[in-house]
């Protein structure tokens, strides 16, 4: 008997402007368990703004935002802030804070947000250090980090609450072709053997095409586009069409 994949996340109708500017004018998608749903668009588009409101940290002029059976842009703040527990984010400048060491960046959440004592919490950090293949830098500051090791360390944080849905906000951007792949790989990783659901925010269509089980693209506020990557390799919309060939063509210099 087969079963219906469980939605973890959907938009409908979501709008948001500021004064007269629109960002986003009725976006409508959803994310299944286990998927990894890519979204680009151009620079300045509103992918990063729709992070930003799936956290919570920001809240539409319109429409309804699910995260399981709850309408986020309804419930009350404390059951706001405990829905975000199960959110993780990694940032597109990996923000961490300096003062602090690797190990404490990633205690930060285990110790504002849960209830686990210090032997826990420090199993928990040499586990997802591990996972990222960093765990001989835990005592380090980010600034004696690379900025690949420093995304690396944002992914451990996120990763520190078992959330279930995680968002990358350009996760590979800054980053040397090997540190890129690095992320990728890891995300990758936690896709095929972790099961881990997450939207990923990217303009960097080698990164997109790698990690990506469906993907979606943004333009002037809409989702025009959504489908497999296959779907999007051989699409006809215009629009997508020549933001991919205008990535082919860099490449293809590149090369």
Do not use: C, W
């Not at 979501?14 to 004064?19: D, I, N, T, Y």
């Not at 002029?61 to 975000?84: C, H, M, Q, Y």
């Not at 199993?123 to 990222?132: A, H, R, T, Y």
């Not at 792949?181 to 995300?187: A, E, F, G, T, V």
């Amino acid at each position: 008997m087969s079963t219906t994949p469980e939605k973890l996340v959907e938009m409908r109708g979501v709008k948001l402007k500021f004064a007269d500017k629109v960002i986003l004018d009725g976006v409508d998608f959803s994310v299944q368990k286990g998927e990894i749903l890519v979204i680009m668009g151009l620079s300045g588009g509103g992918k990063s703004t729709l992070l930003t409101i799936l956290m919570g940290l920001l809240k539409p002029n319109a429409g309804s935002i699910f995260f399981k059976e709850e309408d986020l842009t309804k419930i009350p703040r404390p059951k706001l802030n405990e829905v975000r527990t199960h959110i993780g984010m990694v940032y597109q400048n990996a923000a961490l804070v300096s003062s602090m060491t690797v190990r404490e960046n990633i205690e930060l959440p285990l110790k504002e947000l849960s209830d686990k004592n210090n032997k826990e919490i420090d199993s928990i950090v040499d586990q997802k250090l591990e996972l990222v293949e960093l765990k001989d830098a835990k005592d380090k500051l980010p600034s004696e980090l690379s900025g690949g090791m420093q995304k690396r360390v944002s992914l451990a944080r996120a990763l520190a609450l078992e959330p279930e849905l995680i968002l990358f906000d350009e996760p590979t951007a800054g980053l040397d072709p090997i540190n890129g792949k690095h992320i990728d790989d890891l995300i990758v990783q936690l896709r095929d053997k972790q099961k881990v659901t997450a939207i990923v925010v990217t303009h960097q269509m080698e990164s997109a095409f790698a990690v990506a089980t469906r993907m979606a693209f943004l333009d002037k506020g809409k989702i025009i586009l959504e489908g497999t990557p296959k779907e999007f390799r051989h699409t006809d919309n215009p629009i997508v069409s020549k933001f991919l060939s205008a990535y082919s063509d860099e490449k293809q210099a590149k090369e």
